[in-house]
Nanobody
Framework: QVQLVESGGGLVQAGGSLRLSCAASGRSITSTTVGWFRHTPGKEREFVAAITWSGGATVYADSIQGLSTISRDNAKNTVYLQKISLKPEDTAVYYC?????????????????WGQGTQVTVSS
């Protein structure tokens, strides 16, 4: 299994930036795919981006406002989500999730392990 802990959220003004971190632990982490999702009350949880540990292949959601970059540091077992040009619409709890396998996917149902989330609030 995989344990995930998110950090780096906070309050930021529109147009600002944040880097979220997802620290992973457990077995065979390098064989997993890690994704970022976000959720706002009253809305469905939506996919943001995903990355494979081996190779670092990435995929991004086309519908997400603002600019996102997902990356990973294999030595630290950490996946990052860099958000720039943030908008109030980006306000949400951001979760990282993992699944075993190296196939990129943005489907919530494909991820088996989830962190507790970190709050991002973008003020106007």
């Amino acid at each position: 299994q995989v344990q995930l802990v998110e950090s780096g959220g906070g309050l930021v003004q529109a147009g600002g930036s944040l880097r979220l971190s997802c620290a992973a632990s457990g077995r065979s982490i390098t064989s997993t795919t890690v994704g970022w999702f976000r959720h706002t009350p009253g809305k469905e949880r939506e996919f943001v981006a995903a990355i494979t540990w081996s190779g670092g292949a990435t995929v991004y959601a086309d519908s997400i406002q603002g600019l996102s970059t997902i990356s990973r540091d294999n030595a630290k077992n950490t996946v990052y989500l860099q958000k720039i040009s943030l908008k109030p619409e980006d306000t949400a709890v951001y979760y990282c999730a993992a699944r075993y396998g190296t196939i990129l996917t943005g489907s919530i149902d494909d991820y088996n392990y989830w962190g507790q989330g970190t709050q991002v609030t973008v003020s106007s």
